[in-house]
């Protein structure tokens, strides 16, 4: 057929058919299908290169895999998830994509595992900004191939844009109980960089001065005037004196001679444009026919995004269904088979000789009966998966390989030397072997063609739910049979000892309550009520949405050569370098607590700190990691926090841990302390000084909150929080940058940007006013020189104040000029070279780069620790 008619149930209940194109609908089904395949052909890949370490150890090969390798790895595995995140995110067929979606997982933890293995082969030993150029060179591929993007089902998917709407709820209902603004806070100053103070006498000195001037400017004009009128009367006078048809005749040449010059003139205007927009250099025009490609495929996720929901409501229906024909046919035989392998159990346990004729201890034993034969299973289950001589491992093995042959057979030879974490046998690529498994047995054969709707497979909903019914059951066996087996050794004791009093038992030691972290804990009984108190003191609020996209920059195509190990201090990180870090470190640990979990500890940031010149862009990408993961944010600033909780001892106590307990109760969450340096005070308290309302006062119980959040496989749903401190002068006096360094997982450096960065930031900023710039009529280049040391926040400030509406709408007649955005960018703040040396020399200690140097640099005598002699 042309068209599918689709059922569809509208809010108010009503059940509405929509037509549909079928040829569109299959095309997009079989494109995403096609690209799945081609994701898991490749994982396969992928697989098979993981274990060539671990084929060249068997075949007495040396192979020391380094920087090289796992940086193809890090970037195909890149590759891999791009796709498989794009198949989530448009695929209908929701079985389909619950299986992507692990695979997607999986993907995410080898990447996080890889980076970390670059971190350590770094080409500056433990960087964490890792320089990828020279690889792209040598694949010959672009660098958005290393951008990471930020998973949608953070945000689109059913849960939690469910609870990210609760809590949005929850704050506006709080804001509008106590009359505080509605609109979200986009954390910048609101000083005008381009107000000036003046008192009364400067101003009226600057307008008489600016009066006088024009009334000379006036008379000049006045003057001119006069002239050009004098001398046009005398050329009447002198034409009249002359033939008329000669001056004809001379203003017709001349007419024709504009005319032809000004019809050459656009057409040599129309083939230089054509010239740029063939290479590249201008954008192409449209037609008022053309349609806006990106609001295109927008509307169009946007519909299968209906399908989406409409499958899945479809899928839980059929799945409650399903669950409920199991219990009610099956759930008795599946009783019946696990009560008579429980007994059994417990008769066989009673006639073995070697137990006493005795009943189990405990009903537990029947589980851990299998522990003895399955200590190789488990310890290829392990955090690195290390033991590769496991027989599982083995099989998982062959299979990623196509079965290549049975090596590793020497069970009798001595245990082999482990493997590098990361390296062949790990756990997440164990993991990739059997959704690999799983989706040949299930999908790669499986005849989609007819399924135009892309609904649910009935019998992989059954296999699905049937773990659940047994679960339930296994459950209600095991209470069953443990007050069985209590009852049976009752019997037997009575008939075996008679009816004695048992004895009584020892009462329990109480145990220590657990210290104390910070002096306010068990202070609050009601968690509830922190929300409305932080509201209403600004602490909890809504900011402006942003993305971790819109901080643009250039890649740095010579990053490797910057960041060479000869030279002392390292540049700052480009643009790329500071979006990948945030995404890898911050947004993934933070979004999703099975990712925090088994993502590398050293990758899981805690908290994170951002230094840089005013207006390079800190606040925002405070902004943009909150938005990309949906997280609640607490504002601790100086300006926030001052005069708020002094009262006490406990008062600065009591103020953290509220906003604490509140960010576990909502998270995720992100506790934003801006001017973080005025927290971080060394300075000692002199007597008589109240330091009861400065905003060091926080510090202490600030460090003990950092300190609470847990990560790797401690790490629950609580623990997804993240500190961010920012501050423009780190540098000053009195700031603590031990404590600093001691307390911030991560250090990021947020400098202005370079000269192609530059470039990008001036032609967007124009664009985002609706101004398309012509590199011929404005020199972009020439500003982007004269705006070196400028940060991104003054280039939008100087385009915001030069392009107003008013100008805009003069553009025709009045075309941009680069002296128009000189005056107004002398204005905004700017980098002074002594102020860009303190902060190389600032990032040099607290990234550790200069410990590392000493450490090198130190003569051995110095660096090994002197033996004490018998007498000393």
């Avoid at 740029?276 to 927008?298: C, H, N, R, Y």
């Avoid at 210290?515 to 900011?543: F, H, S, Y």
């Avoid at 103020?655 to 109760?665: E, G, H, S, T």
């Amino acid at each position: 057929p042309d068209f599918i008619l689709r059922e569809r149930v509208d809010p108010h209940g009503d059940v509405r058919f929509e037509r549909q194109s079928a040829a569109v609908i299959v095309m997009s089904h079989a494109t995403y299908q096609n690209k799945w395949v081609e994701c898991m052909q490749e994982l396969m890949e992928q697989v098979q290169i993981e274990y060539l370490p671990v084929d060249a150890k068997e075949n007495g090969q040396h192979f020391e895999p380094g920087f090289q390798h796992f940086a193809l790895l890090y970037i195909k595995y890149l590759q891999i998830y791009r796709k498989l995140e794009e198949c989530h995110d448009q695929m209908v067929h929701p079985q389909k994509r619950g299986s992507i979606k692990k695979v997607l997982k999986s993907t995410i933890i080898r990447i996080l595992e890889l980076k970390e293995q670059l971190i350590t082969f770094n080409l500056r030993p433990l960087n964490r900004f890792v320089a990828l150029d020279e690889v792209l060179t040598d694949l010959k591929l672009n660098p958005e191939t290393v951008e990471w993007k930020v998973p949608r089902y953070f945000l689109d998917g059913k849960e939690c844009r469910e609870e990210i709407e609760d809590k949005q709820h929850k704050i506006d209902h709080w804001l509008g109980v106590f009359g505080m603004p509605l609109e979200p806070d986009d954390l910048l100053d609101k000083k005008d960089p381009f107000e000036v103070g003046l008192t009364t006498d400067q101003a009226v000195a600057i307008i008489q001065k600016n009066e006088r001037g024009r009334m000379n400017i006036v008379k000049a004009d006045h003057r001119v005037q006069f002239f050009k009128a004098s001398k046009k009367d005398a050329s009447k006078k002198q034409e009249s004196a002359e033939d008329p048809l000669e001056s004809q005749v001379l203003a017709a040449t001349r007419i024709a001679a504009h005319w032809k010059r000004k019809v050459d003139r656009r057409r040599f205007l129309k083939m230089r444009e054509e010239e740029f927009e063939f290479l590249g250099m201008a954008p192409p025009k449209k037609d008022k026919g053309d349609t806006d490609v990106i609001a295109e495929m927008q509307k169009h996720r946007e519909n299968r995004k209906k399908m989406q929901e409409d499958a899945d409501d479809v899928f839980e229906k059929a799945l409650k269904q399903q669950l409920e024909w199991l219990q009610k046919k099956k759930g008795a035989d599946i009783k019946a088979e696990l009560l008579e392998e429980r007994r059994q159990w417990i008769l066989d346990y009673c006639q073995d000789p070697e137990n006493g004729k005795e009943f189990p201890e405990k009903f537990d034993s029947f589980y851990q009966r299998f522990d003895p034969k399955n200590d190789e299973e488990e310890g290829d289950k392990g955090k690195d998966g290390k033991k590769a001589k496991d027989a599982k491992g083995k099989n998982d093995k062959d299979k990623a390989k196509g079965a290549k042959g049975g090596k590793k057979g020497k069970d009798g030879d001595g245990e082999e030397e482990p493997l590098e974490a990361g390296v062949g046998y790990s756990a997440v690529v164990q993991q990739f072997v059997e959704q690999i498994k799983q989706y040949t047995e299930q999908w790669e054969n499986k005849d989609e063609s007819n399924n135009f709707d892309q609904r649910h497979d009935l019998e992989l909903a059954r296999k699905s739910v049937y773990p659940i019914v047994e679960a339930e059951l296994r459950a209600l066996v095991d209470d069953q049979m443990r007050e069985e087996l209590a009852n049976l050794k009752i019997l037997f004791d009575e008939v075996k000892k008679g009816r004695k009093k048992p004895p009584k038992p020892k009462k329990p030691k109480k145990p220590k309550p657990p210290k104390k972290w910070c002096a306010a804990v068990g202070m609050i009984t009601n968690r509830e009520d922190c929300v409305p108190d932080l509201v209403e003191q600004g602490i909890l609020k809504k900011v402006g949405p942003s993305k971790l996209e819109d901080f643009l920059g250039e890649y740095h195509f010579l990053g490797a050569m910057q960041r060479s190990p000869q030279y002392t201090f390292c540049p700052p990180p480009s643009a790329q370098m500071i979006r990948s870090l945030l995404v890898e470190h911050c947004v993934l640990p933070l979004a999703q607590t099975d990712i925090r979990q088994k993502a590398p500890k050293g990758l899981t940031a805690r908290s994170l700190l951002l230094y840089g010149p005013k207006g390079s862009g800190k606040s925002m990408l405070a902004r943009a990691i909150a938005a990309e993961t949906g997280a609640t944010f607490f504002d601790l600033s100086p300006a926030v926090i001052e005069g708020k909780s002094t009262q006490g001892k406990t008062g600065s106590a009591l103020l953290v841990y509220k906003v604490f307990i509140c960010a576990q109760d909502m998270a995720p969450s992100v506790i934003y302390i801006d001017q973080v340096d005025q927290v971080f005070q060394a300075t000692k308290k002199k007597k008589g000084a109240d330091t009861g309302t400065a905003p060091s006062r926080i510090k202490k119980d600030l460090q003990a909150a950092i300190n609470q959040v847990k990560r790797f496989d401690e790490a629950n749903e609580q623990d997804r929080i993240l500190f961010i401190g920012c501050t423009s002068r780190p540098f000053a006096d009195g700031v603590d940058i031990a404590g600093l360094k001691d307390s911030f997982d991560e250090k990021v450096w947020v400098s202005f940007p370079e000269y192609g960065s530059r470039v990008v930031l001036w032609q967007r900023f124009m664009e985002d006013h609706g101004v398309t710039v012509d590199p011929v009529k404005l020199n972009i280049s020439t500003l982007a020189r004269v705006s070196e040391g400028y940060p991104a926040g003054s280039i939008k400030q100087t385009v915001d104040r030069v392009l107003t509406a008013r100008r805009v709408q003069q553009l025709k007649n009045r075309p941009l000029k680069v002296q128009e955005f000189i005056g107004p960018l002398s204005r905004t703040p700017f980098c002074w070279k002594e102020e860009l040396d303190q902060f190389r020399t600032f990032d040099h200690f607290i990234t550790g780069e200069k410990a590392r140097e000493d450490a090198k640099n130190a003569p051995p005598e110095a660096a090994a620790p002197k033996k004490k002699g018998k007498g000393k």
